[in-house]
Every structure is written in C-alpha cells, then in structure tokens.
Nanobody, 120 residues
Framework: QVQLVESGGGLVQAGGSLRLSCAASGSIFRINDMGWYRQAPGKQRELVAAITSTGNTNYADSVKGRFTISRDNTNTVYLQMNSLKPEDTAVYYC???????????????WGQGAQVTVSS
C-alpha cells in the first residue's frame, strides 16, 4: 500500500505565504516525478509545479517567480507559495509517479488534497 499525506494548507491574506508538504510512504521502490496540482471550484485540475528525480522543475506560468517546488530524500515534496493571490485559492493535490518494485509498472498516486484559501 502507498499513501501520500499532505499538510500545510490553510487561510492566508493576499501577499502572504504558505508551505505545503506531501510525504509518500508504504511499499515504494522508486519515485520518479513528483508534483502539485490544484483544482478551484468549477474548474479543471491543473498542474502547478513538478519536479523530476534529478531536480528539474516545471511551473505553470501563473505561479512562476512566486512558488517553489522541492523534494528531499525522504520521499517528501514541498511547495513554498509566496505572494499569494486570491486566484490561488483551490484544493491542492500532490502527485507521485512511482514503482512499488522492480517489476511493477510506473503508477501515479495522489494525496487527499489540502485546501488553500487566499483572502483579499
């Protein structure tokens, strides 16, 4: 079994900062890409930021220069969010593409979601 557990969401005023964390645990052989997605009410889920196993990053244009994704060697991915705007309000989901064993396929797993609300 594999679990992705998120923490760090909450309510913040515009211009403020929040840091999201997502820890992957369970039967994990190797994690490839990890990322953060978000879904606002009435909108489709969208990619916010992603990071490869070698540290290459990719950001949505709307968050470039404000958000930073990172990961460590404990299977945890982080999203540092600065200069938050009301339009950043959404449920944020972490994602990990991983193999549970040498022979298992690469499979995507999702966290439970963390609410981020930015007030104006």
């Amino acid at each position: 079994q594999v679990q992705l557990v998120e923490s760090g969401g909450g309510l913040v005023q515009a211009g403020g900062s929040l840091r999201l964390s997502c820890a992957a645990s369970g039967s994990i052989f190797r994690i490839n890409d990890m990322g953060w997605y978000r879904q606002a009410p009435g909108k489709q889920r969208e990619l916010v930021a992603a990071i490869t196993s070698t540290g290459n990053t990719n950001y949505a244009d709307s968050v470039k220069g404000r958000f930073t994704i990172s990961r460590d060697n404990t299977n945890t991915v982080y999203l540092q969010m600065n200069s938050l705007k009301p339009e950043d309000t959404a449920v944020y989901y972490c994602n990990a593409e991983l193999k549970r064993s040498t022979w298992s396929p690469l499979t995507a797993y999702w966290g439970q979601g963390a609410q981020v609300t930015v007030s104006s």
